[in-house]
């Protein structure tokens, strides 16, 4: 059984930063692609950024490219969000999950594993 633990999230003033990390159980971490995922209150869950098995592809949802920075550490089973310049609509409840084989990267049903979400709040 593979477990996703996020942790990081927090309060923070609209511009400013914060770091989430994805832990993962499973020693077939650096097999897999790795997502991020965010969902507001009332709102559908939207991607947010994806990275390949070994880090050389990364993808970006177009609200968040040049602000936002995914990353993974494969010796550590940890996948990183580096969240930079944020705004008030980037608050929500940030999850990670594992991609399927074969699947694409930017919709939910290409992920079968789902970390329990970390909650980003951002001030104005």
């Known amino acids: 059984q593979v477990q996703l633990v996020e942790s990081g999230g927090g309060l923070v003033q609209a511009g400013g930063s914060l770091r989430l990390s994805c832990a993962a159980s499973?020693?077939?971490?650096?097999?897999?692609?790795m997502g991020w995922f965010r969902q507001a209150p009332g709102k559908e869950r939207e991607f947010v950024a994806a990275?390949?098995?070994?880090?050389?592809?990364?993808y970006y949802a177009d609200s968040v490219k040049g602000r936002f920075t995914i990353s993974r550490d494969n010796a550590k089973n940890t996948v990183y969000l580096q969240m930079n310049s944020l705004k008030p609509e980037d608050a929500a409840i940030y999850y990670c999950?594992?991609?399927?084989?074969?699947?694409?990267?930017?919709?939910?049903?290409?992920?079968?594993?789902w970390g329990q979400g970390t909650q980003v709040t951002v001030s104005s």
């Open positions: 499973g020693r077939t971490f650096s097999t897999y692609s």
């Open positions: 999950a594992r991609g399927r084989v074969g699947s694409g990267y930017r919709t939910t049903e290409g992920y079968d594993y």
């Open positions: 990275i390949s098995w070994s880090g050389a592809l990364t």
